[in-house]
Nanobody, 124 residues
């Protein structure tokens, strides 16, 4: 049974940082592209970042470029999203997702497995 479990969310002040983790079980992340998505109330789920399984190629949405960093530790079967300089508009539920792919994958519909999400709230 495949499980993706996100952790690391919470309440942070504007300008602060959080590191999200996505721990996988039931699959070997070496073979999977991983994506981070977010969904704010009343909005559609949107892609934030993705990392390929092979050459470590990364993609970032324009809204987070320069502030967020995606990384993976295949030995721990875990992917991370380091979020710096957080803004109130980053407030959302953050999800990680996995799909068998050699390259980055940006769209919701292409992913096979999803975590349950972790809440990130940026507020003073």
């Amino acid at each position: 049974q495949v499980q993706l479990v996100e952790s690391g969310g919470g309440l942070v002040q504007p300008g602060g940082s959080l590191r999200l983790s996505c721990a996988a079980s039931g699959i070997i992340l070496d073979y999977y592209a991983i994506g981070w998505f977010r969904q704010a109330p009343g909005k559609e789920r949107e892609g934030v970042s993705s990392i390929s399984n092979s050459d470590g190629r990364k993609w970032y949405a324009d809204s987070v470029k320069g502030r967020f960093t995606i990384s993976r530790d295949n030995a721990k079967n875990t992917v991370y999203l380091q979020m710096n300089s957080l803004k109130p508009e980053d407030t959302a539920v953050y999800y990680c997702a996995a799909v068998l792919s050699w390259t980055v994958v940006k769209t919701v519909d292409e992913y096979s497995y999803w975590g349950q999400g972790t809440q990130v709230t940026v507020s003073s």
